[in-house]
């Protein structure tokens, strides 16, 4: 293989694994709600302002900017989570609480609030794409074997890599983490167990927007730009990840997200780049009609 | 006491255009046949999101499509707004049952996630494929409503063209709503096991619902693109799904008189905001927040209607539809 398309790889790995991240975070409520945060890519455009603004605005070192955008997104999940899914959790009982009516609820409530996020800060900033301050920049050009990628791809790669690794961590060693898988495999269970259910969605929320906070904020480091629409593509691409991976497995969310990265820069290979915003689409319905558990697990719906 | 379809036939061919030519504003005008053109689109979302129960964001897709098969067309061809209405319309429905079988399948969030997923590549499409749509810079100069020589461009005949073709959308809606066909369809929507133990066919009503629907937005297209006189990309982004889905719900979900009752209120509302500044989006997710916490079954609830349309057609009020069954 050419240098070439290695680059193309490498690029396309590394646009996956933001896409993973940001899946993860959608998959942990679907597996503890069964619902859908619609407003889940509204986070990673505010983990982005706030990267924006403690850079340009508060000209925070970069290792001071990191707590901005991780108290940013644990606020931003706090708030979704009050704002539009607990009102509609009236009842503690399973049934009631993966209900139709109340997932589609919140999935209309999510939509709303983030059509409001997101005109809110097309209002605020004027809709442009504002540059992030050249020295925050992680674009130097970094040459691996025959491959030469820009810093900013290699941290976005090392970085998801290392929030996974955490993620996983979180979920296995502490407390909230197996109150948090508790939940999702068994919720009456859990709650018989003396479990709050209402402080572990708090908590899924929180970790889930604190993973895409932090995924807008590199994202915007190694690209130099951040506009208010930012999150729209993201999320339903990181949405098709999780229905491809199969919904309810964090693998299989992040093999999907680099899959779909991966697909991407090498359909951008043949067709113009315009073009390949398509590809995420097209493999979601493809997914969906023939394959609607999900690439991973073989089998009828 | 007049029937009812006599007075909305008065008010809205009568009464409106009378108060227009008073009022001798074209803004006012332009204002009223938005209003019919959004409730072109809300009733057709609302026989899909609503009675069918499918949770929908593809508007653009299809009001999109007939926009740009209007535009084109007449451009290129010197079409009357007539023939596109067919064609388009035709188009669509085939192209929406051929979509719909394919998506019907798919579970309530899948459904909306797919339809997100229509639209978005619907704009890139339109945006991208610049030889035929003319890409970002939009389509310009498109004639406005016309039969043979008899000129139809001034306001008061885009007017009358809007009120009838949403006349005869509303009607058709009515007619799918509050009748067996649509008891067959709400039962689909609550259970498609008990549906099919029925004896029903559950996903063919809904392909069917779904390729009305497509047709009703399509011809609402082709309304849009000849008294707008100008379409581009940025009329048909995923705001604007939003915005339909919006007059639905604050309407009340599955309700013919709420869905057009919410078209109203979302075209008016905010531009009664227009002078705040750019309000427009906000002002939709708010009104949508605000709706499906404080008023889930939106203005006129669907069961409240269909008890009301119930008794209108036993008492015979609504003609031959109460007689017939």
Redesign the interface.
Known sequence: MDAFILNQLAIGASVGMTYAVVAIGFTLIYRVLT??NFAHGEVYTLGAFATLIGAATFKLPLWAVVPLVVATGALAGWGIER??FR?FRRYADEASLKS?AV???T???S??????A???L??AFKGEWLAIPQDYLLNQPVRLGPVGVSSGELVIGGASLALLAALQWMLMRTRTGVAIRAVAANLVGAQLSGIDINRVVVAVFAVGSVLGALAGMVVSLAYGSVQSYMG??VV?KA??AM?IGGLTSLPGAVAAGVLIGVAESVAGIFV?S??T??V??VL??FT??FM?RGLFRWGGA | MPRPAVVLLALLLVVVPALLWLAGNPYAARLAQLVLLTVILAVALNLLTGTAGMLALDTVVYFGFGAYAAALLSLNYGTSFLVELVLAGAAAALAGWCVGVALVRLASIFFAVATMGLAISFHATVLNWGELTRGPMGVRGIPGFRIGEWNLEGWAGTYYVTALVCLACVWVAHRLTHSFYGNAVRAAREDEEVARALGLAPRRLKAQVYAVHAAMMAVAGVLYAHSNRFIGPDNFVLLESALVLTAVVVGGLGSVAGAALGAAILVLVPEALRGVGHLRGLAFGAILFASILLLPRGLLSEVRTLAWMRRALAAGGWGRAGRRR
């Open positions: 619902a859908v704002a539009a009102p139709r997932r589609e609820a999935l209309l409530s939509l709303a609030l983030g059509i409001v997101r005109e809110a097309d209002i729209l593509t339903i949405f098709v229905v113009p315009a073009w915003e398509m995420a689409y979601l319905i969906l009609l609607p």
